[in-house]
């Protein structure tokens, strides 16, 4: 099926730890976005990238390492987990960019202990 | 620092009724405003308005967008319990793929 996937929807880690979090697209977009929600402050881009092998800093980069050696994947990691970072981590693609419209993955819900 | 301002924060009303959601904006260098729905899940597309005074029709929703007072309003009419989500306005500004987001309208709507 067509779409943007995220992998694993769930993730218990504890401080410390490294942690990778997927998210797959079939529509061929070039663009794609890492987001993370939380109460009282929306969405926040974390990451973007305008394709393959080409990435640059959001909003709140900051604990936080992507790639893009593929067009369809564009991982997000951890390097050393905080209680901070506990979230709800939204990946997103777009044909045209950020502020063109842009197609959802169903979120991975990340809590960090 | 760009800022996008949604109000109210949340709203209850009953299946049938009429509800104006706004979205007040204070950037640099605007490109273009997007509202979207989340249900449960993932936000889906709405609309994205570039122009004023340019009305963008979906069935029972409607948005426009003022740029001159920079804001935005979202209607939605003979409101359905399937309208019951967040909805969220986003303004692209400045660099290509700068978006802000704000912290969305709560919309329930009961039977």
């Known amino acids: 099926d067509a779409g943007i996937t995220q992998s694993p929807r769930y993730k218990i880690t504890e401080t410390g730890r490294q942690v990778t979090l997927m998210c797959h697209q079939t529509w061929s977009h070039s663009y794609m976005f890492w987001y993370r929600q939380d109460l009282g402050h929306g969405l926040r881009l974390i990451y973007y990238s305008a394709a393959a092998d080409i990435t640059d800093k959001g909003e709140v980069p900051d604990g936080y390492v992507v790639s893009r050696s593929k067009t369809e994947n564009f991982p997000l990691t951890l390097e050393s987990a905080t209680r901070s970072q506990t979230s709800v981590y939204f990946c997103?693609?777009?044909?045209w960019g950020g502020g063109q419209p842009q197609h959802f993955g169903d979120g991975t819900r990340l809590s960090i202990l | 620092e760009d800022k996008v301002v949604q109000s109210p924060l949340s709203l209850v009303v009953h299946e049938g009724d009429t509800v104006t959601l706004n979205c007040s904006y204070e950037v640099t260098n605007f490109r273009s405003l997007l509202w979207y729905k989340q249900e449960k899940k993932a936000p889906t597309f709405l609309f994205m308005l570039?122009?004023?005074?340019i009305e963008k029709k979906s069935g029972r929703l409607s948005s426009i967008l003022d740029k001159k007072e920079l804001f935005s309003i979202l209607n939605i009419t003979a409101t359905q319990t399937g309208d019951s989500a967040i909805y969220l306005c986003a303004v692209n500004s400045g660099g290509y793929q700068k978006v802000t987001f704000g912290t969305g309208t709560k919309l329930q709507v009961i039977p």
């Open positions: 997103a693609s777009s044909e």
């Open positions: 570039t122009s004023s005074g």
